[in-house]
C-alpha cells in the first residue's frame, strides 16, 4: 500500500534529481553560498557572472544586480530553478513538475505561455532574454498528454523528462 508519505518521498527523491544544479555541476560549475556559479574547470576556480536564484532568490538577486529592478507582476511567482547571466542578459526560468495520478498538476503544464509572458514582461525591461521549460517525470509521457506536450513547444518552451538536457543549459553559460 502506497502512503501518502511514501508519494512525498518519491516526489522529493524524483525533485532532487530532477535539479538543474545537477546538471550544471556536470558542466563544471558550481553555485557559491550566494548563488554566484564558480567555474570549476579554470585554474583560479573563478567566479562567473551567472547565478542560480530559485524560488524567493530569484527577486533578491535581481535586486542586488538591478538598483532600478521593480517587480511590477500582478502576482509574484516563485521559479523552482533559475539561472540568470547577467553578462549575456539570459535567464532560464524552469519548472519541475511530478505527477503519480491525475490531478491539477494536469493543467499546471498548460500554464507554459503565461508564465513566460510574466517573466518576460518582468525581465525585458532590465534587457534579458526569456526561456522557459517545463521538466516533468515520466507520467507526462502518456498519450494524454501529447497535446500538451506540443503546446508547450508551439508556446516558444521547452519541457524535457526527468532531466534538463545538459547542451539546452550549456547555452546559458556562454
Known sequence: MITENSKLKLNKDWEDKANILNVIEGLGFKPNAN????????????????????????????ESLHKDFFNGLSQTMFPDDAIINFQSKKVLVC??????????????????????????????????????????????????????????????????????EEGYVSSFFE
Do not use: M
Open 35 to 62: 548563488g554566484q556559479f564558480i567555474d570549476l574547470c579554470s585554474k583560479e576556480s573563478k567566479e562567473v557572472g551567472i547565478f542560480h536564484a530559485p524560488k524567493t532568490k530569484f527577486y533578491k538577486t535581481l
Open 95 to 164: 519548472e519541475r513538475k511530478f505527477q503519480q495520478v491525475a490531478g491539477s498538476t494536469d493543467e499546471k503544464i498548460q500554464t507554459c505561455a503565461f508564465k513566460k509572458f510574466q517573466y518576460e514582461k518582468l525581465l525585458n525591461k532590465l534587457g534579458y532574454e526569456v526561456s522557459f521549460c517545463f521538466v516533468l517525470n515520466d507520467w507526462f509521457k502518456q498519450k494524454r498528454y501529447s497535446d500538451s506536450l506540443a503546446y508547450i513547444e508551439s508556446s516558444g518552451c521547452k519541457y524535457f523528462f526527468n532531466s534538463i
